[in-house]
């Protein structure tokens, strides 16, 4: 079956814009989850959707970033006023169930390039 | 705090020269233990999920083990195509969905 799919797979912006990330889980999948991978850095959790709703964003650096998801499915990753330490691969994945027993299944990520 | 170390960083073996990946965890309780596979470009693919110590999974080359304090990847007689950044990840109680990985081992088979 279909997995994980991110787009856009690449984005390159100007300091100062905001960029949507969006995520499509697998069918199915009532978790969604958003990291981050820098350049020498581990994945980094940003935030957690169980359903339409977001019980954890701890992770979510600053109030530059928001997600939202709709309709148990897709869901949107916003930055707002880009920096350049924001530049990274956004990568989210989807599990069957959320919290504690289900695996987490990963998008391709889009790489985003703050110039 | 939690935390995950991996190691080596990086492992460079000949073809079916067998050898074993770390991970070193500290969690005030853990959930589950997950390994992933992760090729230059892509997502992380999932692997293996352990769950309590003493437990073992196996697939293909690969094999998984987990004690309290932490977890091998025992590869066995690898081939080229096994080269890949090997990631651990923690889930930890009180944490949601969150996972916490480590920095990654990033291993190369020349044959």
């Known amino acids: 079956g279909a997995g994980v799919s991110q787009s856009p797979s690449n984005k390159v912006t100007e300091k100062g814009k905001d960029v949507e990330l969006r995520c499509d889980p697998i069918?199915?999948?009532?978790?969604l989850y958003w990291y981050r991978q820098s350049l020498g850095q581990g994945l980094e959790f940003l935030i957690y959707?169980?359903?339409?709703?977001?019980?954890?964003k701890s992770g979510l650096p600053s109030d530059r970033f928001s997600a939202e998801r709709t309709g148990g499915s897709v869901s949107t990753l916003t930055i707002q006023r880009t920096q350049q330490e924001d530049s990274a691969v956004y990568l989210c994945?989807?599990?069957?169930?959320?919290?504690?027993?289900?695996?987490?299944?990963f998008g391709p990520g889009t790489r985003l390039t703050v110039t | 705090e939690d935390q995950v170390t991996q190691s080596p960083e990086a492992l460079r073996l000949q073809e079916g020269e067998s050898s074993s990946l770390n991970c070193s965890y500290t969690?005030?309780?853990?959930?589950?233990l997950f390994w992933y596979r992760q090729d230059p470009g892509k997502g992380p693919e999932f692997l293996f999920t352990?769950?309590?110590a003493g437990e073992e999974k196996e697939k293909e080359r690969l094999k998984a083990t987990l004690t309290k304090k932490e977890s091998f990847l025992h590869i066995t007689a690898p081939k080229p195509e096994d080269s890949a950044t090997y990631l651990c990840?923690?889930?930890?109680?009180?944490?949601?969905?969150?996972?916490?990985f480590g920095q990654g081992t990033e291993l190369s088979v020349k044959p």
């Open positions: 969690v005030s309780g853990l959930r589950g």
């Open positions: 959707f169980q359903g339409n709703s977001a019980p954890d």
């Open positions: 990840a923690v889930h930890p109680y009180n944490q949601g969905g969150k996972l916490i």
């Open positions: 069918s199915g999948h009532t978790a």
């Open positions: 994945a989807s599990s069957l169930v959320g919290g504690s027993r289900g695996e987490q299944y």
């Open positions: 352990l769950y309590s």
